[in-house]
């Protein structure tokens, strides 16, 4: 049979087909994306799920005259393939390809970028009022929200405001009751009831004023159809709940959800994952986290953990596990989660929240107001942190260091490897003069044997890894291990120092006036912006102490770093290897 997806090159050629013809086209999407995702890699089980819905939206409604947002958006590959992007599809999340988000500047269609969740009411609602004010009344507004997603504050603000509008906006709420792990809290329970037919009389988005239908199911194609087209013909606010399965047509994936959420290479036919290496490697952060947590726990029951929604990216799942009444998944809900941190701090427990690094930026007043005002010692596991690779800009975990060391009491760590991870996990247990974050990449570290038994550390202090003469390296967190290979590849490694400064705030002062004092140049390198970061504290220390050294700040520089590799995204920062050498070579010559 000729395929009908090689003809469609824009929702104009979509609207061509018949309605009979749409559940074909529905199958070749999906065996589409399952082709791409399965050797390129990504976000899967939830495009997936709205195969049906994409297509019945771009059937139905005008766009990009009508405006469409997805809701975080890691489920929109069948909207970028249907709008155009079919042919560089296999570019997706690769560098110099298109992003795995939706974007404006990549596509007309894609009307507001996400990547954070819980953004699409109110961005929705914007693009509505605007409408209106200009008398585009004739204009349908759309926002695609998941049941995780949707829990959130920020979604509920959208919808408390929707509500008393006359604005024509439509919400799709694709319940597939699951986030990246399974949803939780009382919305979820809601849902469940009023898919069950067990709700109680009232509809909790009838009381929000929404003209609610459903709940459907998202994957009967015609029944979309046929439910968007009556609803697209009423005025104001509307809210269409569908079911729909996260993972649909890929067994592996409808089974095993959340890892199919975004599972790396594999088979496209069987759906079994690909294994990528057989060598032994060095263990992830996030592992060493999750289970040195655990065995704290064990022994100070004060410990409780904290996760908004990533229990098993962060690994506090192994928590979870075996310790179920100390360890909790609030859901998307980075505000609460602090600010919960903060109330059992008062009440003298040791709160560990991990939260990725650029999700904490939703929190940033809980962090000022709630936690460091009052010195509450609630720890911050800021995971993620740096250059996170592939998710691209959206998630780059790069404004923290810039962003938490402005705020008073508060103290900011970063390990090099997975030793110091332990050890200041387990000295934050004792830390009680106010916040403590440490931030940490994704990926591996590089030690093997890290179960050592723990050691506490000196708060503000800094390790001298390697002495020199000339030039001092200062490094923060993990990409100081670059340094070992700079020095390999250097003439005269003898000439350079390399001190693991560990603590952005508050710095080894005393370590910091020797190397001013002992070295001629100064470099730092950090994976965190440099206006403001690591670098800027120590120009901010050698400025107020009279320190006339060079300073040269190695940091991601003032501006957006797309997607790729994180070896690529660094490289793109100019924080990578070949550009850090390029610069010692030149300095090292100045030095002769
Ligand atoms: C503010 C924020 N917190 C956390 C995340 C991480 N995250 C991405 S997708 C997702 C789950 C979304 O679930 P849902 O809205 O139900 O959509 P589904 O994946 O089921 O389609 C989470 C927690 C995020 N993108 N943004
Ligand atoms: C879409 C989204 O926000 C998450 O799925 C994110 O991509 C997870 O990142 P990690 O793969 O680093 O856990
Ligand atoms: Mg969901």
Known sequence: MEKLLQHINSPLDLRKLSMESLPQLAHELRDFIIDIVSTKEGHLGASLGVVELTIALHYVFNTPNDKLIWDVGHQAYGHKILTGRKEIFDTNRQLGGISGFPKRSESEYDNFGTGHSSTAISAILGMAISSKLKGEDSKQHIAVVGDASIASGMAFEGLNHLGVTDANVLIILNDNAIGIDPSVGALKKYLTNVKSGNAKDENLFECLNLDYSGPIDGHDLPLLVKELQRIKKIEGPRLLHIITTKGKGLKKAEEDQVVYHAPGKFNRHTGERIKKNSEPLPPKYQDVFGHTLVELARENEEIVGITPAMPTGSSLKFMMEEIPDRAFDVGIAEQHAVTLAAGMATQGLVPFCNIYSTFLQRAYDQVIHDVALQKLPVIFCLDRAGLVGHDGPTHHGVFDLAYLRCIPNLTIFSPMDETELRDIMYTAQFHKNGPLAIRYPRGRGITFEWRKEFSRIKIGSARCLKKGSSIAILTLGHVGNMVTQI?????????????????????????LNKVFEKYEYIVTIEDGCEMGGFGSAVLEFANKQNHPNPIKIFGVPDRFIEHGTVEETHALA????????LYLKSTLAQCE
């Open 574 to 581: 100019g924080i990578d290897i070949e550009s850090i050498l």
């Open 487 to 511: 020095l390999n590849r250097l003439n005269q490694p003898e000439s350079i120092g390399h001190y693991d400064m560990r603590f952005a705030k508050p710095l080894d002062i005393q370590m």
